[in-house]
């Protein structure tokens, strides 16, 4: 996730530079076309008029793909709160003689913030997992394709356990299971994200478009002196290709990208908490940044 720091020039130079470079070539080609073989005059209002037109096309794409961004942002959101609320009603719920089974679904709610984020960036979900559950069940869980899925399943047979002991009464039991039912609804709810790719036509057509706009202003520039239309048309296409790439980059919120989510962050945070509600003193530092993104 981005932050409000100031961005390095390169990173947003990186982003489009292709699409700048681009731009130079076909405009001084445009430009020495016009200067030795021939003169169209073609109005500017034309490229006006489109230019018009795609900068609303791209402000309804900007939003869309914010919008993608922002319900990630709320899911994750309400991880953290559910994270919260199930370490609560544990350990109201359970006797201090069960403290070993709240300790362990505890560490296996980090555990599974931890598997759902590298699960949705697609990297390796079993790394570091040995601090937080047993051995046994990470021998367990290497056999399944759905690790984070397999994690709460495990927390549904803690809870029938511990109900069919009569260590937690029918009220009870309903209670963290509703509390487990939000963790698989929000894993859906990311990962419909994840699945769902934005359509790959609409960014082409739209990226073909404000080609067709720079061409036929290039084209329009007939009373800048001299070599100067140039870097004129270099700087007005900024800020239609700096949109069009943002759209672009925060429409997928899980691709370990600087505009990502900051799923590992929040998932540092949510192990600090639950540390705190079990009465631990020792917990790790917040996740710091990198730059001026975070992760």
């Known amino acids: ?48 008029f489109l230019g018009t037109a795609i900068a609303l096309l791209l402000s309804f794409k900007l939003s869309q793909s914010y919008d993608r961004w922002w319900e990630a942002r709320k899911i994750w959101g309400a991880i953290v709160n559910d994270s919260r609320t199930l370490v609560i009603q544990l350990k109201q719920f359970c006797k201090e003689s069960d403290n070993s089974i709240v300790k362990t679904m505890a560490y296996r709610q980090i555990a599974w913030c931890y598997t759902l984020g590298r699960h949705l960036r697609k ?6 997992l040995e601090d937080f559950i047993s051995e046994d069940e990470i021998i367990f869980i290497k056999q399944k394709n759905h690790v984070p899925l397999t994690l709460l399943d495990h927390h549904g047979q803690n809870v029938r356990s511990l109900h069919r002991e009569n260590l937690l009464n029918d009220f009870q039991q309903i209670q963290l299971d509703s509390t ?26 739209l990226h073909f478009f404000i080609y067709i706009f720079l061409l036929l202003l290039s084209l329009a520039l007939e009373n800048i002196y001299g070599f100067l239309e140039i870097p004129l048309l270099v700087l007005i296409s900024i800020p239609f290709f700096m949109l069009e790439k943002i759209a672009f980059v925060i429409q997928d919120p899980f691709e370990n990208k600087p505009t990502d989510t900051a799923m590992t962050s929040i998932a540092r945070n949510i192990e600090i908490n639950i540390k705190e509600l079990l009465g631990e003193k020792e917990f790790p530092e917040p996740l710091k940044n990198s730059g001026f993104y975070i992760m």
Do not use: H
């Open 1 to 48: 996730m981005i932050l409000e720091k100031r961005i390095p020039l390169k990173y947003w130079f990186k982003e489009i530079k292709w699409d700048l470079l681009i731009v130079s070539v076909f405009s001084v080609i445009i430009y020495f076309i016009k200067l030795y073989l021939i003169d169209l005059d073609i109005p500017l209002s034309i490229g006006a």
């Open 123 to 128: 990297q390796d979900v079993l790394g570091n």
């Open 180 to 205: 487990i039912l939000k963790f698989t609804a929000s894993m859906g709810m990311a990962e419909r994200i994840k699945n769902t790719v934005f359509p790959r036509t609409y960014r082409n057509v």
